[in-house]
């Protein structure tokens, strides 16, 4: 569907457009042109309000931009005009209701810079996203080894283990689908790019919980959506509420059915369905709506907290109404926090 039509849809006013394309250099830009093509487009996306980040590497451009739409349709209309690049291609448009790059006028990362004195160097302004293409790269290339080492050396530099995943391996994830869905690598290659970076999660040292949320002793069942392959998001969760001192159990269901016997059986605090962090899947909300529902049924007079995520939640493309879930996750960081919260809220209101 054409951004157009999407706004004929929508209220301008209280949503965001975005918009993700790659295209060709006319020819290869210096530090100092690179530096000056970023300084125009920052104060001009400042202006229009519009954010987002740019990769440069080997003479192609990939940008995602985000903003008011009428404000990113007079930019894409600069952008499509532009005589530096060529080649231009629309990889993807949407209409959301929320930003991912709220502080970035223009976050910009160029593995061609000299300047940085180590390619894909982090830059103390960018946190971990310019460590993304190089991330992909390894996945891709089924370097385990390499992928490891990334993460030690990133532990070992001092960067938080939250930060890792959500400014690293999340996007990371979603990076690759944006591959596959490119024709960039097959769907063999992503399968264990993303198991990869599983196994990487596991080694990323999190944050101590503070020992008044340890002392509380809740229980989640976290689950894949029935029938989804991707359980990356999953699978971090389960480190992350097994070091806050949660009951975990972990399902993998073919049907709702069976995703239904095992939360009436175990009936826990809280449930988490997670979708693929690759793909965004917003063509299976119904699907999910009607899991949601059946889960609840299971155990109908048991206060279980329902929570979802995935890439179509990441990208805030759905949220956790139109599922009729308690919580949609943007990031798997900050989500055990969050659900203690919504259990103590139920259990009050019930009380």
Known sequence: MSLELKLAETDPANWIATLTYRSVAAVDLSARELQDLTTQARARNHKAGVTGMMIYQDGQFFQKLEGPPESLKTIWASISADRRHRDIEMLSEHIVPARLFSDWDLLVYSRNDPASGNPGAISENSGLFAKVPVLVDLALGGDDIGINTLIASLAEQGWDGDVILGQLLEPTARALGDAWLAD?????????????????????????????????????????????????????????FTDAGWHVDMAFPDSNEALANQLGSQRPDALDIGMSDAFSRSHTLATLRQTILKSREASPDHLTVVSVGGRMFAEAAATADSVGADHARQSVVGTTVRIAELIRQKRQIRS
Not at 187 to 195: A, C, I, Y
Not at 219 to 230: D, K, Q, V, W
Request: charged content about 20%.
């Open 184 to 240: 960039d690598c097959t769907e063999l290659d992503l399968t264990m790019g993303l198991s990869m970076l599983q196994l990487a999660g596991h080694a990323v040292r999190h944050r101590p919980t503070p020992e008044a949320i340890r002392e509380t002793k809740y229980s989640i069942l976290l689950a894949t959506a029935p029938g989804e392959p991707h359980m990356l998001g999953t699978s971090m969760l389960a480190d992350l």
